[in-house]
């Protein structure tokens, strides 16, 4: 991993060029472009196969980048001085005047944005006149990537350009919070929602059946490896992989451990990284234990609950 200067020099090349390249954040690693262009942004969708009305999460790396783009309220500034930069978006009013390319937000009056928090990252849109656009480095639906080498498994040559940031910190997306009325959560993410509603001062709720895309991450079937799963289980059949939360005494070739001892943070930073191998090791199916649906195993859930729907 070279985190050096000329390699930031190379991503604001290719960026200033309209291309698209892999970028690193501590959530996961993001397909990154220039989001005030029609062009760059356009690139995006193309490469990740994506619906065009599923809008993308904008990065800035300052408050004074973001007010050219987005209104703010009491409530952003309470988040976003506990939180960040970090895994919180937050979904906000896009400034008549702003820049923010319409394929971006898919012509709503909306932005999801988001401070991200990888030292490589924050240095590179230092180092930019535009925020970056930049979902998940993935092809549509499959599983988000945690490392520079699972980029490069989705997309190959097609994109110019990976910056190494090393693995991903936390492993899964950030908790979208929509700041448009009163304060909801869009998205479960790196940020458990006890900790936002302690910050907000009231009972922020999980609204995750909006019948209109208002933020990434609320498609039914999302996270998914592209095999079947079965949620809840006791015990797998002989040919599938088997998905635990903690280590059992006994064990298989097809036991997978998300962490050692239950630690269901380990085991949401795990999960996207086991998930993969497990594709790579050829497995036709997977089973899953029944996981805790608190804190970070409620996260774990949703995400598993998105991908069994394959």
Do not use: W
């Not at 937050?90 to 702003?98: G, T």
Request: charge should be positive.
């Amino acid at each position: 991993m070279k985190n050096n200067l000329s390699n930031i020099k190379k991503a604001k090349y290719y960026l200033d060029k309209n291309e698209c390249i892999g970028i690193p954040t501590e959530t996961v690693y993001g397909l990154a472009a220039n989001a005030y262009s029609d062009v760059a942004t356009k690139k995006i969708f193309k490469l990740k196969k994506r619906p065009k009305k599923n809008p993308l999460i904008v990065h800035y790396s300052s408050l004074k980048m973001l007010k050219f783009d987005c209104k703010t309220n009491v409530f952003f500034y309470k988040l976003y001085k506990k939180f960040c930069p970090g895994p919180i978006t937050f979904v906000l009013k896009l400034k008549k005047n702003s820049k923010i390319s319409k394929n971006v937000t898919n012509y709503k009056k909306t932005l999801a944005i988001r401070f991200p928090n990888n030292s490589v990252t924050k240095k590179l849109i230092k180092n930019l006149k535009y925020p970056l656009a930049a979902p998940s480095a993935n092809i549509s639906s499959k599983i988000s990537p945690v490392s520079k080498d699972d980029v490069k498994d989705e997309f190959g040559k097609k994109i110019k350009f990976i910056l190494d940031g090393g693995r991903s910190k936390i492993g899964l997306e950030s908790t979208i919070v929509s700041l448009i009325n009163k304060p909801e959560i869009l998205r479960l993410g790196g940020i458990e929602v006890k900790k936002i509603k302690k910050i907000i001062g009231f009972n922020i709720k999980y609204n995750n059946q909006k019948k209109r895309i208002a933020s990434p991450g609320q498609e039914k079937v999302h996270y998914s490896p592209g095999i079947p799963i079965r949620l809840n289980v006791a015990d797998a059949n002989k040919d599938e992989a088997f998905l635990l939360i903690k280590k059992r005494k006994l064990s298989g070739k097809n036991f997978y451990y998300l962490s050692k001892n239950k630690n269901l943070k380990n085991a949401a930073k795990n999960l996207y990284k086991t998930l993969r191998m497990i594709k790579k090791r050829k497995f036709k199916s997977i089973a899953v234990e029944k996981i805790p649906n608190k804190g970070f195993g409620e996260v774990i859930n949703d995400r598993l609950l998105r991908a069994s729907k394959f």
